[in-house]
């Protein structure tokens, strides 16, 4: 006796194809970003290996559900149970398309021009930082600088030359003809960002959106006290770091 073998309609099958078609995409997209290193735009330098293991799942997944819908067109596997419509993959769409026609940039000027300029902390606790040389440029971190300013003696810093890198911005609340240079520090992604900045002044602010600069220059405390500012001696714009978070 012949046994009829069924088989998933036409349509479910196309939408699995289509589904599948989107995931693959997806997963491509993310191994790209995973290897060229421009998930960091996003995401924290350790998070690369994982993302690059999701890739692959994702891909292989996939691949195997793209299998199984060929075989169902070849009618060697029937499916007599109703699974849920993979339109919902319709959703991968957005992100895909996005990430792979213009994936967005890093943090930058924008996101970091409405912050207002930082003040010191009212508290008594004071961080015994080593003591900046008065005779030779420090480089340091706008995080480093920051902390020094808030947890430590203000007086410690100033007069001293120091060497920053980041990005340009210009802050509300800044008096006129300042500027900032500014550094996004990040946990885990994006979504807990913290800015570090500081005001320089006595350069003109280079031109171009989210330009990169190392400023070099003497500290001062402006007369309320209440900012550090960085009076320019140098700035040179640079390329933007491979990783441009603290």
């Not at 995401?43 to 292989?60: E, H, I, N």
């Not at 300029?117 to 015994?128: I, M, Q």
């Not at 800044?174 to 992604?189: D, E, K, M, P, T």
């Not at 602010?205 to 900012?227: C, F």
Request: proline share 7%; net charge negative; aromatic share 8%.
């Amino acid at each position: 006796m012949e046994t009829t073998r069924k088989t998933d309609p036409p349509v479910r099958v196309a939408w699995q194809v289509l589904g599948a078609t989107l995931v693959l995409l997806l997963a491509t997209v993310v191994f790209v970003m995973a290897v060229s290193g421009s998930f960091r735009n996003y995401l924290q330098d350790w998070l690369g290996p994982w993302l690059l293991a999701a890739a692959v799942a994702m891909g292989a997944l996939a691949l195997w559900t793209l299998l199984d819908a060929t075989d169902k067109v070849a009618g060697l596997r029937g499916d007599s149970h109703g699974h849920g419509s993979p339109r919902v993959a319709l959703l991968l769409l957005v992100p895909t398309l996005l990430f792979a026609v213009s994936a967005p940039a890093s943090l930058g000027a924008s996101a970091a021009g409405a912050a207002p300029a930082k003040t010191k902390p009212t508290t008594s606790n004071t961080v015994e930082f080593p003591p900046l040389p008065a005779d030779s440029v420090t480089e340091m971190s706008v995080q480093d600088f920051e902390d020094r300013y808030a947890f430590g003696d203000p007086k410690l810093l100033a007069g001293r030359p120091v060497r920053l890198l980041g990005f340009v911005a210009r802050q509300a609340g800044l008096a006129a003809g300042q500027w900032s240079v500014n550094r996004f520090r990040i946990y885990c992604c994006v979504a807990d960002a913290t800015l570090f900045t500081v005001p320089v002044e006595g350069a003109d602010r280079p031109e171009g959106d989210n330009a990169w600069v190392e400023v070099e220059g003497v500290v001062d405390l402006d007369a309320s006290g209440e900012h550090p500012v960085l009076t320019a001696s140098s700035v040179r714009v640079v390329q933007q770091p491979e990783d441009p978070y603290l």
